[in-house]
């Protein structure tokens, strides 16, 4: 079983990487420090479900963290 949640581990962390590098495309180092944030962007579509994806691959990867503490 720890196996298998080792497993399910590096896959969630994978795909946390793979999310949060495709949502930092187009936020240059300026809009990072306060600068370049004079217009509103809301997520649609595609922007939106990763932003989905990410928030509950961050969850899933927090409970699977906890069932490998407890198994351990």
């Given amino acids: 079983m ?11 962390g994978v795909i946390i990487t793979g999310c ?3 949502q930092a495309q187009g936020s ?3 809009s990072t420090w306060g600068g370049g944030g004079e217009t509103y ?6 922007e939106k479900a990763i ?8 969850g899933l990867f927090t409970l699977n963290s906890l069932a490998l ?3 351990h």
């Fill in 20 to 22: 949060i590098l495709l």
């Fill in 41 to 46: 962007h809301t997520k649609r579509g595609v």
């Fill in 51 to 58: 932003f989905y994806l990410t928030i509950s691959s961050v």
């Fill in 28 to 30: 240059g180092l300026g």
């Fill in 69 to 71: 503490l407890v198994i």
């Fill in 2 to 12: 720890q196996t298998v949640l080792l497993i399910f581990q590096i896959i969630l």
